[in-house]
């Protein structure tokens, strides 16, 4: 869509008290927003939730649109799309001199809109009935997902479809529940989270969970906190995926070891101060506890100093001369208005780093 550089557009939803409803008009929005080529591509909706028309439209406006679309995302041609929509629309372009405006027609019965349920029913047909014989399994895989490191934002865009595609999301104990929010209604959610001294589901029991899963024709989703493959057994359970003739896809995640440093204000690497990272873990298998090796390391008391104020999994301590870039570096923080517990790294545990 050359030459629309001026143009904003806005999509509109209905508004619901289901966060997955409006959930879904955001992620059309983003989408029409990236295929389209359209960078002033704004959400809004008629009720309940913002934005309204009126804040998407000068949102649009004063990002520089001298001309703005509105568009009804699948609401009907009845009273929204011919009375409310316009109204709202005319009274957000009154307070803008110069700005034009236009409003599409509704979906309704277009004809890709019925080309495309035609195919979802075909598509569902096939499923049910193994379609030409074929068996059900191979239009099914895993996805070993990584999470990331707790902050919905830090999810990856492809991670974030996926979910919404998912029959089953298999979760773990890391992992945000807001995430859950963007699986579809009738998805089965299965918590399988370990806590260490708590409750535990064998990996075995994992292992047999996602294979049974995707053997009965599902689509299913490994949840794991930060990256499926740092400190995260999937590759236990790629192997064993792979051992029972299961497909699987790999979907990385930002890892707490990369995203609280950076946080924190300490870039691993920098040019002249390290070149390399080593990423320890400072838990054994089996019983959680902390290793002796990591009890004797060359910062002194460190692992009394983290009974003492209470620190326990998951935590990240970052040994090295590069903490010292912190007190400049540091940008989390001043973001914060209110909780200091938010902060990544304690000041007493910074400063026993820095004298070592």
Not at 249 to 267: M, Q, T
């Amino acid at each position: 869509m050359r030459g629309f550089a001026s143009y904003g557009v806005v999509v509109v939803g209905h508004g619901s008290r289901r966060e997955e409803a409006n959930e879904d008009v955001r992620h059309a929005a983003r989408q029409i927003r990236a295929r389209a080529g359209l960078s002033l591509v704004e959400p809004a909706f008629l009720e309940i939730v913002r934005p309204t028309i009126d804040e998407a439209f000068t949102r649009c406006v004063e990002s520089g649109a001298t001309h703005v679309i509105v568009h009804p995302y699948f609401l009907s041609p009845g009273r929204h799309a011919r009375g409310d929509i316009p109204v709202e629309v005319r009274s957000a372009a009154s307070r803008h001199v110069g700005v034009t405006y236009q409003l599409t027609e509704p979906l309704a019965a277009h004809r890709l809109v019925i080309e495309a349920s035609i195919e979802r029913i075909r598509e569902t047909a096939s499923l049910s009935d193994g379609g030409d014989g074929t068996n059900q399994t191979q239009l099914t895989k895993v996805y070993l997902i990584g999470a990331g490191p707790g902050d919905p934002d830090l999810l990856t865009v492809k991670a974030l479809e996926l979910l919404r595609q998912a029959d089953v999301i298999v979760y773990d104990y890391l992992v945000n529940p807001d995430l859950l929010l963007h699986s579809r209604h009738d998805a089965e959610r299965l918590d399988v989270g370990k806590v260490g001294g708590g409750r535990q589901t064998p990996q075995p029991e994992i292992n047999e969970l996602l294979i049974g899963r995707v053997r009965a024709g599902k689509i299913v989703v490994r949840l794991k906190g930060g990256d499926p493959f740092l400190f995260g057994r999937g590759g236990e359970e790629a192997q064993a995926l792979k051992a029972a003739g299961i497909p699987f896809e790999i979907v990385p995640g930002i890892s707490s070891a990369l995203a609280v440093p950076a946080y924190a204000g300490i870039p691993l690497t920098h040019r002249g101060v390290s070149s390399s990272v080593a990423v320890l873990t400072g838990a054994r298998a089996g019983d959680g506890r902390f290793t002796e090796d990591l009890r004797r390391c060359d910062v002194l008391n460190i692992a009394d100093l983290a009974e003492r104020e209470g620190l326990r999994a998951p935590a990240v301590i970052v040994v090295g001369e590069v903490v010292r870039l912190r007190d400049e570096l540091k940008w989390f923080e001043q973001t914060l208005t209110s909780s200091a517990n938010s902060v990544a790294l304690t000041k007493e545990i910074s400063e026993l780093v820095l004298q070592h």
